[in-house]
């Protein structure tokens, strides 16, 4: 059973524009909520986190969008650009130990 | 200061061998997770130790074991390699309960 869903599978973004992607978890249990960064060949990099206290987190060109009521969030890249084109992937835990993941976005940024 | 490190870097093994991977963690961490991901999905929670105590475990098979040491550096063994078994290892390091730091990874082939 997929405990966080992710979509789109893919996603294909003009420079300048904003990249959307979604995951949806079931889990009311679950207190933390990452988005990593992941390039061919490297291991997942920490992009932002959220905690449910909070509807919205920004940092830099990034923000969390979280929504308690609908278990849903979400990642926005504002001003994508070809630098951001990666896999990303959502996840999900609680008590800090095991961490559920999406099955991830490749996103392509065309210049 | 040096990230997670994972090594090998490749690995080729054939069904039926046996293989160790290993992760020495952010100095000053003390918590180990391990992660299977296949190709083209979200990293699958495999081990967690936290002063070389085993935390947690996800739903792989007994072939699946790991410890951790003194110094925190971990081990994931595998035995009875079967083809399914071929995907990249990822390492996580913590140090709070809920940011995880990823290795690179080993890349696992079984032919």
């Known amino acids: 059973q997929q405990q966080v869903k992710q979509s789109p599978q893919s996603l294909i973004v003009q420079k300048g524009g904003i990249s959307i992607i979604n995951c949806a978890y079931e889990?009311?249990?679950?207190?933390?909520f990452p988005w990593y960064q992941q390039f061919p060949g490297k291991g997942p990099a920490l992009l932002i986190a959220?905690?449910?206290?909070?509807s919205e987190k920004k940092e830099g060109r990034f923000t969390i969008s979280f929504n308690k009521s609908a278990k849903q969030f979400s990642l926005h890249i504002m001003d994508s650009q070809p630098g951001d084109s990666a896999t990303y992937f959502c996840?999900?835990?609680?008590?800090?130990?095991?961490?559920?993941f999406g099955t991830g976005t490749s996103l392509t940024v065309i210049p | 200061d040096a990230g997670v490190t994972q090594s090998p870097t490749h690995l080729i093994k054939t069904r039926g061998q046996h293989v160790t991977l290993r992760c020495s963690p952010i100095?000053?961490?003390?918590?180990v997770s391990w992660y299977q991901q296949v190709l083209g999905q979200g990293p699958q929670f495999i081990f967690q130790?936290?002063?070389?105590?085993?935390?947690g475990r996800g739903n792989f098979p007994d072939r699946f074991s790991a410890r951790q040491f003194p110094n925190y550096s971990s081990e994931l063994n595998v035995n009875a390699l079967l083809l399914g078994d071929s995907a990249l290892y990822l390492c996580?390091?913590?140090?709070?309960?809920?940011?995880?730091?990823f290795g690179a990874g080993t890349r696992l082939s079984v032919l």
């Open positions: 130790y936290y002063e070389k105590e085993e935390r």
């Open positions: 889990n009311t249990a679950f207190d933390y």
């Open positions: 996580a390091s913590s140090q709070e309960q809920d940011i995880q730091y």
């Open positions: 100095s000053g961490h003390k918590s």
């Open positions: 959220i905690r449910p206290d909070v």
């Open positions: 996840a999900a835990s609680y008590t800090g130990n095991q961490f559920y």
